[in-house]
Structures are given as structure tokens and as C-alpha cells.
């Protein structure tokens, strides 16, 4: 089955750009989403079709995805943003649905 | 306002039987695909069933497939998740997700809260 691999915890300081990785066999030619899970809460879409925002979700998040590499970055990072962040692809070869290990943001 | 509602958990023995339900407002059941997701305590998101817009195909996970069975009732708007046979490892919270768009590749936009099932003896 396909496997998406995080930083288990990333840390930044306020105001300065945190980058959260999403690793996978050729993840370049899979769209990937982006979810925000802050404590206690359900999850919300961040960032779907590898760099689009939802409305409502600040432009200080962004994404890429080339090669085995997707990439979350939240830029000026706030108090708020802590939380987890999970990737996510439509694995087509077992048509099932993949969260990535999640990666918890502290800043 | 868009909006999913889970209900239906609670603590249920081993082997036993259990049955979930999601009340959508906002939107139609039949207009979108609805996902199962569940989230282990302190683990991460596991995606368990998907019902097609349409209705016509169900997918399920491994860990899940032969158990559980996904189902809507569009006079009531409502998903359900029917779970038999339960397991220990079932015990998770488990949310009502809806599918953006009508492919695979789109994004899970409108999470439900949850709603709890823990299966123990």
C-alpha cells in the first residue's frame, strides 16, 4: 500500500516560516491536500490540489509537490497555527485514501 | 450553513455490533461523496469508507472491509456507518467527511465533530 511519510514535530518561532514535508513514491504525480487538526478539534482543509486555499484560510499557507516531496509551508507563523498537519492522496493502484503520519507544529 | 453531525457512539463489547449515523444540512447526501475517516486515541487519520455521490459504489479499507458497511438514507439526509463484528483496535473517534467534488482526487472539505466509539470489555 501506498505510504506517506512526516517530520513527526516540527518547531518554529513566531513570524518565521515553517516547512512540513510529505514524503511518497512519486508523490509529484498525485494531488495532495493539506489538513489543519488543532487540539480537540476536527480536522480542516488547509491547502487541496497540492498548492490551492480553501477561502477562509490565510494566504501565509501555501504548497508544492514535485518528485517524493510535497511541501506545506506557513509563512509569519502564529501562536494559532500550532497544531497538526496531515497530508493526504488518492492512492489509485489500491483505491483507497492516505493520510500521511501527520506532523505536530509547535511554535 | 454547511454542516455534517455524527451520532450513534458509545462503549460496545468486543463482538458486538454498533451502527453510526451523520445528519447533513446545507447540502444533499446525494449530490456528494461522504467518507468515514477515524482517528485512534492520540494516532493519527485513517480513512475508512467512501459512499459515491451517486450512490452506486462503496469503498472500504482493508482493516474494515466484511465489517463495516457504509449507507445513506437521502429522505432523511442522513450517512450511517454499520459496524459488526467489532474490535478492540476499532476504538477510535470517527468522523463524517464530505468529498469536494465528484472524482477521486478531490479533497475532503466539511469535517464533521465526531462522535466516539469504544469498543472494550
Known amino acids: 500500500s501506498y505510504v506517506l511519510t512526516q517530520p513527526p514535530s516540527v518547531s518554529v518561532a513566531p513570524g518565521q516560516t515553517a516547512e512540513i514535508t510529505c514524503g511518497g513514491h512519486n508523490i509529484g504525480r498525485k494531488t495532495v491536500h493539506w489538513y489543519q487538526q488543532k487540539a480537540g478539534q476536527a480536522p480542516v482543509l488547509v491547502i487541496y490540489h497540492d498548492s490551492d486555499r480553501p477561502s477562509g484560510i490565510p494566504e501565509r499557507f501555501s504548497g508544492s509537490n514535485s518528485g517524493n516531496t510535497a511541501t506545506l509551508i506557513i509563512s509569519r507563523v502564529e501562536v494559532g497555527d500550532e497544531a497538526d498537519y496531515y497530508c493526504q492522496v488518492w492512492d489509485s493502484d489500491s483505491t483507497h485514501f492516505v493520510f500521511g503520519t501527520g506532523t505536530e507544529v509547535t511554535v | 450553513q454547511v454542516q455534517l453531525v455524527e451520532s450513534g457512539g458509545g462503549v460496545v463489547q468486543p463482538g458486538r455490533s454498533l451502527s453510526l449515523s451523520c445528519s447533513a444540512s446545507?447540502?444533499?447526501?446525494?449530490?456528494?461523496?461522504l467518507h468515514w475517516v477515524r482517528q485512534a486515541p492520540g494516532k493519527g487519520l485513517e480513512w475508512v469508507a467512501l459512499?459515491?455521490?451517486?450512490?452506486?459504489?462503496?469503498y472500504y479499507a482493508e482493516s474494515v472491509k466484511g465489517r463495516f458497511t457504509i449507507s445513506r438514507d437521502t429522505s432523511k439526509n442522513t450517512l450511517y456507518l454499520q459496524m459488526n463484528n467489532l474490535r478492540v483496535e476499532d476504538t477510535a473517534i470517527y468522523f463524517c467527511?464530505?468529498?469536494?467534488?465528484?472524482?477521486?482526487?478531490?479533497?475532503?472539505?466539511?469535517w464533521g465533530h465526531g462522535t466516539m466509539v469504544t469498543v472494550s470489555s
Open positions: 446545507g447540502f444533499t447526501v446525494n449530490t456528494f461523496g
Open positions: 467527511v464530505r468529498l469536494r467534488g465528484h472524482n477521486f482526487i478531490s479533497a475532503f472539505d466539511v
Open positions: 459512499l459515491w455521490h451517486d450512490g452506486s459504489k462503496e
